[in-house]
């Protein structure tokens, strides 16, 4: 059963955004190096314990919300699934090198989620 393994929040002054979350619970942050766009990784506890990590990312106006990300086996089959059932593809399927294949969906109401796909040789 698909799980949701990542969250992302929009941050656009990071500097403020990252005192606040480190001040009240402790979260450690690390800029990825891995992509086109600023973002930062988000630490929320120790590997084995109950819990998610996540990312802060620069939202633009048309996309200003929390998203939680959905790890799936065969990303176009859930694409799939997603438009047969009344959702819509926000952001197009895309490599995130090195760590595999992401889109951004909506649900039936409008709600953003993301659908990835684990691959290591992503490019």
């Known amino acids: 059963m698909p799980r949701i393994v990542h969250f992302e929040i929009p941050a656009k002054d990071k500097a403020k955004i ?73 952001i197009a399927k895309m490599p995130v090198p090195g760590v595999g294949y992401l889109c951004y969906c909506k649900d039936v109401e409008g709600t953003l989620f993301g659908l990835m796909q684990a691959d290591p040789n992503a490019a």
């Open 18 to 90: 990252q005192a606040f979350y480190s001040t009240v619970f402790g979260w450690e942050f690390t800029k990825w190096e891995g992509g086109d766009e600023p973002y930062w990784m988000v630490k929320t506890g120790e590997q084995g314990t109950p819990g998610i990590d996540g990312g802060l990312y620069t939202p633009d106006e048309q996309y200003r919300s929390v998203v939680n990300t959905i790890d799936v086996p065969n990303l176009d089959e859930y694409i799939a699934k997603v438009k047969a059932n009344g959702g819509t593809v926000a």
